[in-house]
Every structure is written in C-alpha cells, then in structure tokens.
C-alpha cells in the first residue's frame, strides 16, 4: 500500500559526492521515521542515518561528518548527501521509512536497494 522509490545510485570517484532521494507514495497521512541503511558483500545490513520528523539526525560513526541526511515532511521525501567518498561506502543502500496512514495504522516501508559504488 506504502511504496518508496530511490534514486540516486551509481558509480563515483573516492572523494566524490553523491545524492541518494527516496519518495513515498500511497497512503501516508505522516512520516513517523525515517532511515537510510546499507549492506556491502559479506557483510551485516547497517544503519548508517536516521532522522525524526523533527529534525534530529543520527549518523553511525563510519559516515559522522561525511554524510547529511534530510527530509521533507510535505512530499514525503528523504535523501542522504554522502560527501568524501570512499572505497568502504560501497554498499547497497536502501530506504526505510515508518509511517502513519489516514486510518491511524502504522505501517514500515522498504525501498529496492540502489548500488553505491566507490572507486579509489
């Protein structure tokens, strides 16, 4: 019922900058939370940002000060700046978000992946 679509994924220099959006649509009467997480090979999916519908971020330690993560409240849009690249940001990223629906249920929401690549 909720669907999100991301964008933004591709391949990057080490160094480089690059902007991963998410967009929700269905029936959401409210963002509730939002995240980005990401998964490399052989690895454990980790949550690299979070962001409340106020405003508060929380950054895991690996991306602190490299990554910034927004949101916008009216179209139901989050994004992840990720800033000085590098080869360890390689991952598939992916887009979650809780929200509240018109009929005051909460529902989780998963976007598709997308592939960072960094190149050094």
């Known amino acids: 019922q909720v669907q999100l679509v991301e964008s933004g994924g591709g391949l990057v220099q080490a160094g480089g900058s690059l902007r991963l959006s998410c967009a929700a649509s269905g029936s959401i009467s409210r963002i509730n939370a939002m995240a980005w997480y990401r998964q490399a090979p052989g690895k454990q999916r980790e949550l690299v940002a979070h962001i409340t519908r106020g405003g508060m971020t929380n950054y895991a330690d690996s991306v602190k000060g490299r990554f910034t993560i927004s949101r916008d409240n009216a179209k139901n849009t989050v994004s992840l700046e990720m800033n000085r690249l590098e080869a360890e940001d390689t991952a598939v990223y992916y887009c979650?978000?809780?929200?509240?629906?018109?009929?005051?249920?909460?529902?989780?929401?998963w976007g598709q992946g997308t592939l960072v690549t960094v190149s050094s």
């Open positions: 979650y978000l809780n929200v509240l629906n018109y009929r005051g249920g909460n529902l989780d929401a």
